[in-house]
Structure formats: structure tokens, C-alpha cells
């Protein structure tokens, strides 16, 4: 059942969805839940017009410790974004 009193933030952007998903691994080996916006999608928006641009997420809660676990692995992996 999902928390919809905890809703899911995007904390980060990423050029490629493989550097997303290698992101996501990171944060789930670390203990926190997180999934790629758009993952399933595949280049089906891409090929609508739309540009692609896999973004990170994680219940708000988690957010802040999820930064700082993406900032102690490699802080140049992924794009800065702030979550707001």
C-alpha cells in the first residue's frame, strides 16, 4: 500500500537513464527506496517529440539522507538539482 502521506520528490536529473538506474541501485544498497519517473517508458516519449530526462525519486522523507548518499558516491554522476 502506498504512503500518499509521504509523497515522492525528485532529487536529481540525469543525462542518460542508465546513469539513473545506477543511481537507483545506489540508493536501494544504501536502504533507501527509489525509482526512476518515466523508467517503463523507454524511448516511447522520445519518439512522441518529447525529451526524456530520467529523474531520480524518493519518498520526501528520505530525500535529504538520499542527497547526501548521492553526494558521498560521485557528486559530478549527476546533474544538481535541488528538488524544488
Do not use: C, H, Y
Not at 540525469?14 to 517508458?41: H, K
Amino acid at each position: 500500500m502506498v504512503d500518499q502521506s509521504d509523497p515522492l520528490v525528485t532529487i536529481a536529473s540525469f543525462a542518460t537513464s542508465m546513469n539513473a538506474s545506477l543511481a537507483r541501485g545506489a540508493l536501494e544498497a544504501a536502504g533507501i527506496n527509489a525509482i526512476v519517473a518515466g523508467e517503463g517508458l523507454g524511448s516511447f516519449s522520445r519518439n512522441r517529440g518529447g525529451i526524456a530526462v530520467p529523474e531520480l525519486q524518493v519518498r520526501k522523507s528520505d530525500r535529504e539522507k538520499a542527497i547526501a548518499e548521492l553526494r558521498r558516491l560521485d557528486p559530478s554522476a549527476f546533474l544538481a538539482n535541488d528538488g524544488k
